[in-house]
């Protein structure tokens, strides 16, 4: 009996010693999850932003002429407006347009 109890407060320490490694893991996989996220959303800002700056180089104009590379504005704008412009990522994992925030 007394060895079966030995080994019950052994195996018990070992599943506490567990616990606490998954606790530990867990903790910094959320960690590391917050910084994918900001990351992302820094990510996805900079796309909109150069979304924004191609559609605006594709029409800007000087006295009525395209001013600027129109032929490099035109083979990139069509590839860039199939990123939906309006994706944010939330912590949900929901999408949702930037009118939504």
Request: charged share 30%; with cysteine; hydrophobic share 30%.
């Amino acid at each position: 009996l007394l060895e079966r109890q030995m080994t019950l407060l052994k195996c018990h320490e070992d599943l506490k010693h567990h616990h606490q490694n998954e606790k530990s893991v867990l903790q910094e996989l959320q960690e590391k999850k917050e910084q994918l996220k900001e990351d992302l959303r820094d990510k996805t800002s900079a796309l909109h932003i150069d979304l924004n700056c191609l559609t605006h180089e594709s029409v800007t104009c000087l006295q009525g002429k395209v001013v600027g590379p129109p032929c490099i504005s035109r083979q990139r704008l069509p590839k860039a407006m199939k990123v939906d412009p309006t994706f944010v990522p939330n912590g949900s994992g929901v999408m949702m347009p930037l009118t939504a925030r």
